[in-house]
Each structure stands twice: as C-alpha cells, then as structure tokens.
C-alpha cells in the first residue's frame, strides 16, 4: 500500500545526463521512467516537475554575461524539452502522460491550466509540469513546492544526485553526515542548500513535506512511496 494517494516528484535536470557532459542519456531516461512507473502502478497518482540543468550546462558558456532574465528564460526552455523527452519515454513504457507548460507555446504542448491537471490526474494520467514557475529568478525546486501546493499533493519527492540532507555540502565535505529528519526551520536556519530557500519557505508555510533521495539508487523512490525508511524528510 502506498503512504500517499498523490505525490509531485521533483527529478533532477542534471541527472538526466548520466555520465555524459550534457545533454539527456537515454538509459538514464529510461530508468528514471521506469522508476515512476512503479509507483504509478502501486496506485499513486503522480505529477512531475523536470529540472533544465542537463541542457542548461551545455549552453551556459553562451550565456556569460547574458541578462539574468534572459537566461532564465532558456533554463525554463530547457526543462520544456526535458518535459517532452520524459512524457515520450513514459508513453514508450506504456505509461499515460501530459506535460502542462507555465509558459504559452502552444503549438508545442498544452499550457498549464490547475483543473485540467487535477482531472488528468484523476485519471491516472501522469502530468509533466514544464517551464518551470513561468518566472525568472526561481527554481524548478519552487515550482515543484509550487505545483505539489496546487495540486493538493502530500507531499514533495526530491529525487538528486544525493541521497538526503547533509549537515554540510557532501560533494565538498566528506565528514558531513545525513539527517534522517529535519524541520524546514533547521534546514533554512543552518542554509543547507539542497533545495533553495524559496521552495523550502513555500513548503513550510503550506505544511507540504519534502523527502530528499537519491535519484540513482535503484528502489528508492518507491521505497520512499510506500514509507519506508529512505533519505531525509523535511517536515514542518
Ligand atoms: N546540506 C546539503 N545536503 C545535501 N546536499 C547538499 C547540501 N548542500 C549542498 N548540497 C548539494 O545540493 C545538490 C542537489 O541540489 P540541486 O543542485 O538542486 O540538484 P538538482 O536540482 O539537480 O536535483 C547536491 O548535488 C549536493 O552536492
Ligand atoms: O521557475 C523557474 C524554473 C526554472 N528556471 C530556470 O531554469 C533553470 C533550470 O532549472 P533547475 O536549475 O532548477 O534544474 P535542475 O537543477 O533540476 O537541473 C534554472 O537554473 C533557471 O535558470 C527559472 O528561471 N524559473
């Protein structure tokens, strides 16, 4: 039995590369889909929100210099494609999916519209939130803790290139040791970074949980969805 009947699950960007420079890799692709379809299968009803920074860090010597604004605006392009590439990939794996974007291309994919992506997902289907919050100067983080809040989500599953919340930056400190638990006042006061200050406040302020695991740790996202013990949970 899953311990929730819906979730927003925030995939990392730059995870999608696998061991390449940029760019999505397609077993990678494919494993994270397959991922979600496990639980799809376990009866949760799921959305997800795509980060940019696999696309993102290929076009980024371009952007030196470039109007933070603008740049945003590509970061939010990228996770559009990123969007597109999962919902097909999802489709290839016999799953159902819809990307909503926050920003109008309409030719492309559907805009973001709340009571079409709740009548999606009770269907079943899975909703692809793409483009971000539409805003620049913000995270796909935040528009995870953003959507998950609009969606009535219970809670927020940031799947990263970690497996929790660290007392200090792992990749810099090897002696930083992992918190099983963590309140949003802890987290913020002490500016553990793996999650912007912005989706952290906004979860807080909404009661909306976030659990914090590893992407690429086989399992782990469903034994986070059937509550077991996995990652870092950041509660209220
Ligand atoms: N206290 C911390 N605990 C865990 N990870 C941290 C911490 N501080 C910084 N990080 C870094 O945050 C990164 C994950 O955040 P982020 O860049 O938002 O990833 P993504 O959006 O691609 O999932 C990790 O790769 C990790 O190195
Ligand atoms: O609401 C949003 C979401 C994303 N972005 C831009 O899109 C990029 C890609 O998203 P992110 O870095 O969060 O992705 P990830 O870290 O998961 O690869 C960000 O760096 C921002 O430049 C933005 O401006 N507004």
């Not at 692809?128 to 609009?150: C, M, W």
């Not at 940031?158 to 099983?180: C, E, H, L, N, Q």
């Not at 590893?214 to 986070?224: E, M, N, Q, T, Y």
């Amino acid at each position: 039995m899953p311990a929730y009947k819906r979730i927003l699950i925030k995939l990392s960007g730059e995870a999608l590369m696998g061991d390449d420079q940029f760019g999505i890799n397609r077993a990678t692709m494919v494993r994270m889909v397959r991922e979600v379809h496990e639980v799809t299968q376990l009866g949760c009803e799921v959305a997800v929100v795509i980060g940019g920074g696999n696309i993102f860090r290929g076009v980024a010597g371009g952007s030196v210099g470039m109007d933070r604004a603008t740049a945003d605006y590509m970061g939010m392009l990228a996770t559009v494609m990123n969007s597109l590439a999962l919902a097909d990939t999802m489709r290839q794996e016999g799953m159902t999916a819809r990307v909503m974007s926050a920003i109008a291309i309409d030719q492309v994919v559907e805009p973001y519209v709340r009571p079409k992506a709740l009548q999606y997902l009770e269907e079943g289907k899975v909703v692809v939130f793409a483009a971000g919050t539409g805003n620049p100067f913000f995270t796909t983080d935040t528009a995870a803790a953003l959507r998950g809040a609009e969606i009535g989500a219970e809670i927020v599953l940031k799947a990263t290139k970690v497996d929790g919340v660290y007392t200090a930056d792992p990749k810099k400190d090897p002696a930083a040791t992992r918190y099983t638990n963590i309140s949003f006042d802890e987290a913020i006061t002490k500016n553990l970074q793996v999650m912007d200050a912005t989706a952290f406040a906004l979860c807080r302020d909404q009661k909306l949980p976030i659990k914090v695991f590893s992407i690429f740790k086989s399992g782990a996202l469903k034994r986070v969805v059937l509550g077991e013990d996995e990652g870092t949970l950041v509660h209220v």
